[in-house]
């Protein structure tokens, strides 16, 4: 079973610029995670979507962050303008069922705005 | 906010010894899970317990939850060098349909 794909793995961007990441979920699962982890922290949830419906974007800066996850499968994570505090690794994670079992976690994005 | 807190932030033991990792949470909750994290890779899903369980074992890892001091722990035995790294825990919270993670232990295992 291929796990949750991620791309880029690094990217290294100017402050005010703009950046996106992508997720593919493994196949099947209605849940998606995208989580911000900056170092030497736990990761916060940034949004939560079942199928292609946001569950919870509370924790979403929506002055600067955009989510979207279309046909319920792929999903991507935007940003802009970056701050410097952006700098963090996003993370994405899948599930057959939203928070009632397993989330599989992608390797990440190391983003580092400068 | 995170949801959970784990104690102690770091954990350093040697090899063969266990580890024990706390991990307190503020509201009720479907289920608790722990994950471990690698340094620079993903987290990984160790073990599920629901609310309705006290205690689970998975091999070298027994996790315990009481749910009336809003608690889990997770003992991991006959530690190894390979078990070093982070663990997390992570909650479901009632009504929520999310899951929330905790701060985190960093364990260190001295071969």
């Known amino acids: 079973e291929a796990g949750v794909a991620q791309s880029p793995r690094y990217k290294i961007i100017e402050k005010r610029q703009s950046v996106a990441f992508w997720c593919n979920p493994i196949s099947g699962h209605a849940t998606l995670y995208w989580y911000q982890q900056i170092l030497g922290q736990g990761p916060k949830l940034l949004i939560q979507?079942?199928?292609?419906?946001?569950?919870?974007d509370s924790q979403l800066p929506k002055d600067r962050f955009s989510a979207e996850r279309l046909k319920g499968v792929d999903s991507t994570l935007k940003i802009q303008p970056a701050k410097l505090e952006d700098s963090a690794v996003y993370l994405c994670?899948?599930?057959?069922?939203?928070?009632?079992?397993?989330?599989?976690f992608g390797q990440g994005t190391r983003l580092t705005v400068v | 906010s995170q949801q959970g807190e784990e104690d102690p932030q770091a954990l350093s033991i040697q090899e063969g010894e266990n580890a024990t990792m706390n991990c307190s949470y503020k509201?009720?909750?479907?289920?608790l899970q722990w994950y471990r994290q690698n340094s620079g890779r993903g987290l990984v899903h160790l073990i599920l317990?629901?609310?309705?369980?006290r205690e689970k074992h998975s091999g070298r890892l027994r996790v315990t939850l009481d749910t009336s001091k809003k608690s889990s722990s997770l003992l991991i035995t006959a530690s190894r060098a390979a078990d070093t790294a982070s663990y997390f825990c992570?909650?479901?919270?009632?009504?929520?349909?999310?899951?929330?993670f905790g701060t985190g232990t960093r364990l260190t295992v001295i071969p």
């Open positions: 979507f079942q199928n292609n419906g946001v569950v919870d």
């Open positions: 317990i629901r609310s309705n369980e």
């Open positions: 994670a899948s599930s057959s069922w939203a928070g009632r079992g397993e989330a599989f």
């Open positions: 509201t009720s909750i479907n289920n």
């Open positions: 992570a909650t479901d919270q009632t009504g929520a349909n999310n899951l929330f």
